[in-house]
Nanobody, 127 residues
């Protein structure tokens, strides 16, 4: 299983970035996909998650209205569109996959529920 995140970079406050995470080796449509981030000296935190068909999403409160998670099941890819970026969004961003194991499933904001992780992509927002 591989998750390859890309799209990070340096941007000024108020700018936008679009992160992509291409996956291989997993049954993509059976995985809830999530984005997490970790800033220096801080714990990894949940950013967003998206359900199997893309119809359900969940966000960290501080990114609601600014970030949009989406997925393209034909391309085994999940995206994170980040607009109105703030310096406090600076972090390494990780994509992750949470395999669905039951008919009834839910979006998780707990990193421990995600089995597979990408390598991370750095996002730096300057003020």
């Amino acid at each position: 299983v591989q998750l390859q995140a890309s799209g990070g970079g340096l941007v000024q406050a108020g700018g936008s970035l679009r992160l992509s995470c291409v996956t291989s080796g997993l049954w993509f449509t059976s995985n809830v996909m999530g984005w997490f981030r970790q800033a220096p000296g801080k714990e990894r935190e949940f950013v967003a998650a998206i359900g199997l068909r893309g119809a359900t999403t969940d966000y960290l409160d501080s990114v609601k209205g600014r970030f949009t998670i989406s997925r393209d099941n034909a391309k085994n890819t999940v995206y994170l569109q980040m607009d109105s970026l703030k310096p406090e969004d600076t972090a390494v961003y990780y994509c992750a996959a949470d395999p669905v194991r039951a008919i009834i499933w839910r979006l998780s904001n707990n990193a421990a529920d995600y089995d597979h992780w990408g390598q991370g992509t750095q996002v730096t927002v300057s003020s």
